[in-house]
């Protein structure tokens, strides 16, 4: 089932730039999850935080988390063209992953 | 390369045939997922398989038939589909673990009902 909002549903930066997504969701948590799609393929894995954490870095990525605005972001920096794809952010609770709509990031050469 | 293959890549179906998705990981996990995904949409889980037994339907039609001969292997029997069944379906795996969930998915098999 689709668990919430990301906004924006689309953005285009430059190379070298910062992209934002946020999102927001209904239920209560054990986790929420960071996902990338490339065109035509699978999902990838790219960042857990749980319930009790507040903010996460892995590489270029930040992710943070606010339970009682059940919001998240995700915060992509010095992208780069392989960035390009639709993220997602996904809550996982009673073992079932709770998708949102997605953003589509498109990074500019 | 993912760690889930999924097979066939793509298929083209009647509506009266039968065929069947399959799917194939060797990463010790012992939850495997089926999920629906519509162009331009996130994907929606369709079941949920926890040590080979099924353990979430998503009230997903009857002509969606799930199974979990082992550990490794997980296959979607498709019979008698509408055209508006053509979409991604992808396969994931992870440990059923309550907390951490991060699941493994493969590239999918894009299906088109005729």
């Known amino acids: 089932s689709q668990q919430g909002e990301e906004d924006p549903q689309a953005l285009s930066i430059q190379e070298g730039e910062n992209a934002t997504m946020n999102c927001s969701y209904k239920?209560?948590?054990?986790?929420l999850q960071w996902y990338r799609q490339n065109s035509g393929r699978g999902l990838v894995h790219l960042i857990l935080?749980?319930?009790?954490?507040r903010e996460k870095h892995s590489g270029r990525l930040r992710v943070t988390l606010d339970t009682s605005k059940k919001s998240s972001s995700l915060l992509i920096t010095a992208s780069r063209a392989a960035d390009t794809a639709s993220y997602f952010c996904?809550?996982?609770?009673?073992?079932?992953?709770?998708f949102g709509a997605g953003t589509t990031v498109t990074v500019r050469a | 390369d993912t760690e889930v293959t999924q097979t066939p890549k793509h298929l083209v179906m009647g509506m009266t045939n039968k065929k069947s998705l399959k799917c194939e990981q060797h990463?010790?996990?012992?939850?495997m997922y089926w999920y629906k995904q519509k162009a331009k949409k996130p994907p929606e889980l369709m079941f949920v398989?926890?040590?080979?037994?099924?353990?979430i339907n998503e009230s997903v039609p009857s002509r969606f038939s799930p199974e979990c001969p082992n550990s490794s292997l997980l296959n979607l029997h498709l019979h008698a589909l509408q055209p508006e069944d053509s979409a991604l379906y992808l396969c994931?795996?992870?440990?059923?673990?309550?907390?951490?969930?991060?699941?493994?998915f493969g590239d999918g098999t894009r299906l088109s009902i005729l």
């Open positions: 994931a795996s992870s440990q059923p673990d309550r907390d951490n969930q991060p699941q493994h």
């Open positions: 239920t209560s948590i054990n986790n």
């Open positions: 935080i749980r319930s009790n954490e």
């Open positions: 996904v809550a996982f609770n009673d073992y079932k992953l709770s």
């Open positions: 990463m010790g996990h012992r939850a």
């Open positions: 398989y926890s040590y080979e037994k099924l353990s």
